[in-house]
């Protein structure tokens, strides 16, 4: 995700080249780059919901460590689903000027962490996309989809919300002391089909 560029200066928020910079949440910061020492992209299919509030997520709890941060659409971009916004908003964490981005417009090798959001590997096989699940770490978080099952009263959205934050969390501890990352067998995704999968 980056902001909205209507939002700021006027100009495009993306740079197929560089890096971004963006006023992300509870950030002013470049969200991610050469000046971060570890970058992570966040992938689901249309980066519109999980994606969205992972990355939302790690911006905020990143403090002052060297982690830059982004998420994009494995097919495309479309728009930030707007109970993503409210459940995130509920937590302090801001992403109503998010765009959803689409995974083209970044460049692989720029990003040291990368995490699947709901099992979408599978989609990443092509040519022009495999080079992301070739990354130092590659990760599947399999997370369940809100907008599919949410009955309404954004219960879901809440749980998963809060499941996000808990495993980015997690993600930090583990950047701090990448021996963590050993402990346990990396959780690629080969196979998996994400379905409908919107996030």
């Known amino acids: 995700a980056s902001l909205d560029p209507c939002a700021a200066s006027g100009r495009p928020p993306l740079n197929r080249l560089g890096a971004v910079v963006v006023m992300g949440a509870s950030s002013s910061k470049i969200a991610h780059g050469a000046d971060y020492t570890t970058n992570v992209m966040f992938l689901c299919n249309h980066n519109s919901c999980r994606s969205q509030m992972a990355d939302g997520w790690l911006r905020e709890l990143r403090g002052d460590a060297s982690v830059g941060v982004a998420s994009a659409g494995i097919v495309g971009g479309t728009a ?65 989809d809100p907008p599919a099952i949410d009955p309404g009263d954004l219960s879901e959205y809440r749980r998963v919300r809060d499941e996000i934050k808990a495993k980015c969390e997690d993600l930090l501890r583990k950047i701090k002391d990448p021996e963590l990352f050993e402990e346990e067998a990396p959780a690629r995704s080969s196979g998996m089909n994400c379905g409908g999968c919107m996030g």
């Open 80 to 144: 930030v689903k707007p109970g993503a916004i409210t459940v995130m908003g509920e937590s302090g964490v801001d992403i109503s000027k998010f765009t959803s981005d689409d995974v083209r417009d970044f460049r692989a090798g720029d990003f040291d962490i990368v995490i699947s959001c709901c099992g979408c590997g599978a989609k990443l096989d092509p040519d022009d996309l495999k080079a992301w699940k070739q990354q130092e770490r590659f990760f599947d978080w399999n997370l369940d």
